[in-house]
């Protein structure tokens, strides 16, 4: 069975941090591409950050020096930190899983998704 689930969310001001966890079963976190995704209200869904097989990370320009995603292979895990946090960061954040080869921003190819949390700049 195959699942995503997101965790850590929350409020905070502008210029604070967050971290959000996805906690992946039916996986191989290290063979899977691992991606963080967020929609805004009245946005499509955009990719922030993934991880390849290779282990390389990417990051889309909005978030880019300031989002850090890890990955905990043992744990199962891939976190996001968010540092100064500004209010256009505002979103649900998901956590998605992609099997394949291609390069970890190829944001079309994900197809197994968390539920969801949502965080709140102010």
């Known amino acids: 069975h195959v699942q995503l689930v997101e965790s850590g969310g929350g409020s905070v001001q502008a210029g604070g941090s967050l971290r959000l966890s996805c906690a992946a079963s039916?996986?191989?976190?290290?063979?899977?591409?691992m991606g963080w995704f967020r929609q805004a209200p009245g946005k499509e869904r955009e990719g922030v950050a993934c991880i390849g097989r290779d282990g390389i990370t990417m990051y889309s320009d909005s978030v880019k020096g300031r989002f850090t995603l890890s990955q905990d292979n043992n744990k199962k895990t891939v976190s996001l930190q968010m540092n100064s946090l500004k209010p256009e960061d505002t979103a649900v954040y998901y956590c998605?899983?992609?099997?394949?080869?291609?390069?970890?921003?190829?944001?079309?190819?994900?197809?197994?998704w968390g539920q969801g949390t949502q965080v709140t700049v102010s």
């Open positions: 039916g996986y191989t976190v290290s063979s899977t591409r």
């Open positions: 998605a899983a992609a099997p394949g080869i291609d390069q970890c921003n190829s944001w079309y190819t994900y197809s197994d």
